[in-house]
Nanobody, 131 residues
Framework: QVHLVESGGGLVQAGDSLTLSCATS????????VGWFRQAPGKEREFVAA????????YYHDDVKGRFTISRDNAKNTVYLQMNSLKPEDTAVYSC????????????????????????WGQGTQVTVSS
């Protein structure tokens, strides 16, 4: 079973950068896509970014495209979310999640934007951006 731990959140000012990490303990997620989602108070969980199991494909919500970068280091069993030019509206709890499907075909990667595609979630890390 994969156990996920997010880290790197914090309180920053608008325009600052943060790098979130999603690390595993137990079974690795080398052969699984990984996604980042966020949830702000009073709002539904929202897709942020996803990376395919091999790392070749990356997907972003339009609101973060060009500012956020997802990457993975399978040797370290870690997925990162580099967040630049942060805005107050980026304030949320950020959670990583592991795809339920082993080595998902690229033709099915459109499903990575949906929370129900993932079956393992971390507890989340708070990101707060002040104006």
């Amino acid at each position: 079973q994969v156990h996920l731990v997010e880290s790197g959140g914090g309180l920053v000012q608008a325009g600052d950068s943060l790098t979130l990490s999603c690390a595993t303990s137990g079974r690795t997620f080398t052969n699984y896509a990984v996604g980042w989602f966020r949830q702000a108070p009073g709002k539904e969980r929202e897709f942020v970014a996803a990376i395919s199991w091999g790392g070749s494909y990356k997907y972003y919500h339009d609101d973060v495209k060009g500012r956020f970068t997802i990457s993975r280091d399978n040797a370290k069993n870690t997925v990162y979310l580099q967040m630049n030019s942060l805005k107050p509206e980026d304030t949320a709890v950020y959670s990583c999640a592991v795809d339920s499907r082993y080595r998902r075909s690229a033709t099915q990667n459109f499903e990575l934007r949906r929370p129900d595609t993932y079956d393992t979630w971390g507890q989340g890390t708070q990101v707060t951006v002040s104006s």
